[in-house]
């Protein structure tokens, strides 16, 4: 009887310990599960099983995916490590309370910021988009993911990280279009081959300003962005000179050619010379000094009747000319212009009393070519 009641007795402890500490399991449990996530609990793509909420948060703040990234025509989720909190404790609770089991589960979770969904969509739409950039009457189809190497969507706009492609790109439409600094070959009033070079005359792509409205046709879907708002020169006329003028390697029909060597001026209109000059006086026949009229494709840059040139003469003093017609092609100072002071129009003269380096045009002949002449007409010296 002892016996049997000693052992009911241990029985009972060990019953009550299995119990007591089943029960304890058991709030311990319900407690843990109640302040930390479940098992297989992902945030972000940030494994926070059996994590503290705070812990959580910390976590997935310092390796969570937080932005969709467009590269090489394919998405990614990635870690934008510059931003402190791209998840709140609030999001933290919400995801906390959405898994939550007393005690536990073994369920899979996947919980992404909300942002990540949309941001796919609108980078899905910008791979698929197309943008047709027209200059000089050609038409180049670009799309985004060639354009630029990385782009992602955040803060509710596009950002584009990288644009090597953009530069690669436009080095070679440069290249096939534009026409400043151009070297080509034409054929003289005498009709021999001569090699000329644009200097200030022509126009070239804004890459940069360029490049910005290419990004602004991809965000609003515009799909087209017309080159020639785009586009520069230099001298006097900062949009570029000739643009879209096919004729002529882009001198087009009417232009004014001056021939060093002859010292002889023609004024083209319509491809048909109308003016011929068989006495102007040009700079010194060196091209290295100074005062020598600068070889090379320029433009008349604007026109002033009457005028003051003003200037230095080589000793240093400096001088006011008066002349009645303006008409300068370089921002250096050389034009066409009448010379009232001038007596020696021999077709050496240049060569030991030449100009400033400007073309002298006697005073009797220089209204022709004020009358047949216009800002921006191309003026070729050879």
């Not at 311990?28 to 793509?45: L, P, Q, R």
């Not at 879907?221 to 882009?250: L, W």
């Not at 070889?295 to 008349?300: D, F, P």
Request: hydrophobic share 30%; aromatic share 12%.
């Amino acid at each position: 009887m002892r016996r049997h009641h000693y052992l009911r007795t241990v029985l009972a402890i060990i019953c009550f310990g299995i119990s007591v500490a089943g029960i304890a399991y058991l709030v311990g449990t319900y407690h843990f599960y109640k302040t930390h996530f479940n098992t297989n609990v992902s945030i972000n793509g940030v494994n926070v099983g059996k994590m503290s909420e705070r812990k959580a948060y910390n976590t997935v703040n310092a390796l969570g995916n937080n932005w969709m990234v467009l590269r090489d025509g394919e998405i990614h989720e990635s870690h934008y490590k510059n931003s402190s909190e791209f998840i709140t404790m609030k999001d933290i609770r919400r995801y906390h309370a959405q898994q939550y089991e007393a005690f536990g589960s073994d369920k899979t979770w996947n919980f992404a910021p909300r942002n990540l969904s949309r941001d796919r969509k609108k980078l899905d739409k910008l791979n698929r988009e197309t943008v047709t950039y027209r200059i000089n009457g050609h038409d180049y189809k670009l799309k985004a993911t060639d354009m630029f190497d990385v782009m992602h969507y955040a803060d509710g706009q596009y950002h584009f990280d990288e644009d090597e492609g953009f530069n690669q790109e436009f080095d070679k439409i440069s290249d096939k279009e534009e026409t400043l600094n151009k070297q080509y070959q034409i054929t003289d009033p005498d009709g021999k081959p001569v090699k000329v070079k644009n200097q200030s005359y022509g126009w070239e792509i804004d890459q940069e300003a360029t490049e910005n409205a290419i990004k602004q046709a991809f965000i609003h879907n515009t799909g087209f962005v017309d080159g020639s708002n785009y586009i520069r020169g230099v001298g006097y006329t900062t949009k570029g000179t000739g643009y879209g003028v096919k004729d002529n390697h882009g001198l087009g029909k009417d232009f004014v050619v001056v021939s060093i060597d002859q010292q002889k001026l023609w004024v083209y209109k319509d491809d048909q010379p109308v003016v011929v000059l068989d006495d102007v006086v040009t700079g010194t026949a060196d091209p290295k000094a100074d005062d020598a009229t600068p070889k090379g494709v320029w433009y008349i840059m604007y026109k002033q009747s009457p005028s003051i040139l003003r200037g230095k003469n080589n000793d240093g003093t400096k001088y006011a000319s008066k002349v009645q017609y303006w008409m300068p092609f370089t921002q250096t100072g050389c034009g066409l212009h009448d010379a009232s002071w001038r007596t020696n129009w021999n077709k050496d003269a240049y060569k030991e009393g030449g100009s400033h380096g400007c073309v002298n045009i006697k005073p009797s002949e220089i209204k022709q070519v004020w009358d047949n002449t216009y800002q921006n007409e191309p003026v070729i010296v050879y």
